[in-house]
């Protein structure tokens, strides 16, 4: 049987939900694959305002001109989004980081790509890494902490605040994109229904209930329904008294000035000779 879809009425409603018990619904807001200051980029940033938004930064493909860019943008924080962006898997969907790779391989882009983003962006990049295509194989939760990194971000409920006590998930739930080609808007009903029930869910227990709401957008290729989704979007969390946008740097619990700098420096020499892959 075909999921009834949402509507904005019905997110209305949930958040009332919340209102009535005394509870706050958080939500947070990422955006992947920046690499460079755009007009794409301009746009994203203005429907924005001065809500905390966390740019997931491609530490290869990223320019000087970005973070020129983003140094302005008080609410903007940057994310580690993989290293080149490069699909690696064989079989079975894209991955940067399929569980075939080498673990050598991919500890020193995980040190590579934190000081690619501290030298350009300093304060603002975060030691949180945004798997390209949500896909990081569990062989290598491992070397986050080893390589520095405090948090990871994918897609979906999380199962619940940390991994192994050393990371904090916090994920995605609705992805504002149809990779068609090129890249359309989809069904904004699909899209509500999507928020509503992470809300749902969180509000009844049977989610996290700490894990605040992500909204995922690619501003390199979203197009105008999506920014009509988004500003209506904006305009219900802004304004209803029981929802709340909640800055990465709170939902990954790092400290105001802290980056991903002191964790490379504390870490790094353990990765100057390879690891051993698990078998």
Request: charged share 20%; hydrophobic share 40%.
């Amino acid at each position: 049987m075909k999921a009834r879809g949402g509507s904005w009425l019905g997110l209305s409603k949930e958040l009332d939900r919340w209102n009535a018990v005394g509870r706050s619904a958080t939500f947070w807001w990422r955006d992947d694959d920046a690499v460079d200051d755009t007009p794409e980029l301009d746009r994203l940033l203005e429907q924005a305002g001065g809500i905390p938004l966390a740019l997931a930064v491609i530490p290869a493909l990223a320019t000087r001109g970005l973070a020129e860019r983003v140094a302005g943008e008080s609410s903007a924080v940057v994310l580690q989004h993989g290293w080149r962006h490069v699909d690696h898997a064989r079989s079975g969907g894209q991955s940067e980081y399929p569980s075939h790779r080498a673990i050598s391989d991919v500890a020193r882009e995980l040190v590579d790509g934190s000081r690619v983003l501290v030298t350009l962006f300093g304060s603002r990049a975060l030691p949180v890494f945004a798997a390209p295509w949500h896909g990081f194989d569990a062989r290598f939760l491992p070397l986050l902490p080893m390589c520095g990194l405090i948090g990871i971000s994918r897609r979906g409920p999380r199962p619940w605040m940390t991994l192994s006590g050393k990371l904090v998930q916090a994920n995605t739930h609705v992805s504002l994109i149809r990779w068609s080609d090129p890249p359309s808007f989809g069904d904004e009903h699909i899209y509500i229904r999507e928020i509503t029930a992470h809300l749902r869910g969180r509000r009844l227990g049977s989610y996290d209930t700490t894990e605040p709401t992500g909204l995922l957008t690619h501003h390199r290729v979203q197009d105008h329904q999506s920014y009509a989704f988004i500003s209506r979007f904006v305009q219900i969390v802004t304004e209803h008294p029981a929802a709340s946008w909640v800055d990465a740097r709170d939902v990954f619990r790092v400290p105001r000035g802290v980056t991903a700098s002191a964790g490379v420096a504390n870490h790094a020499p353990q990765l100057s000779r390879p690891l051993s892959p698990r078998r």
